[in-house]
């Protein structure tokens, strides 16, 4: 059988990493966050990031707000986070920084909540 590498039709996939073809190998290093006190840091950065982008709209700010009140709770609601976070993603999808501000946030929360 031939191999034609990776395909995907019909789907979203998410992967660490992928690999294909002859003699080929993935590796996947993840340094995720374990605690909430991390996510709490990641968010600060993520605003400092967003604060220092004036042609951002105010409300991209506003929801990073909303989301670092929120993981300022005792128990925060991930699923509140992660819908903040997404939408802030799409506001501020020209910045490349900020894109993996995001990420780092998402990744934190994902994994302690």
């Known amino acids: 059988m031939k191999n034609y590498g990776i395909s995907v039709t019909g789907g979203k996939v998410e992967a660490g990493a992928m690999a294909a073809g002859d003699h080929a190998t993935a590796t996947n290093i993840s340094a995720v966050s374990d605690s909430l006190t991390d996510a709490r840091a990641e968010m600060t950065h993520l605003l400092e990031l967003?604060?220092?982008?004036?042609?951002?709209?105010?409300?991209?700010?506003?929801?990073?707000?909303?989301?670092?009140?929120?993981?300022?709770?005792?128990?925060?609601?991930?699923?509140?986070?992660?819908?903040?976070?997404?939408?802030?993603?799409?506001?501020?999808?020209?910045?490349?920084?900020?894109?993996?501000?995001?990420?780092?946030?998402?990744?934190?929360?994902?994994?302690?909540?």
Request: charged residues 20%; proline residues 5%.
């Open 50 to 113: 967003l604060r220092a982008v004036p042609e951002l709209p105010e409300q991209t700010v506003a929801m990073a707000e909303l989301a670092d009140h929120e993981l300022g709770k005792e128990e925060p609601d991930k699923s509140s986070v992660l819908g903040l976070l997404e939408l802030i993603a799409s506001g501020a999808k020209s910045i490349a920084s900020i894109g993996g501000a995001v990420t780092a946030v998402q990744q934190a929360v994902s994994a302690i909540l």
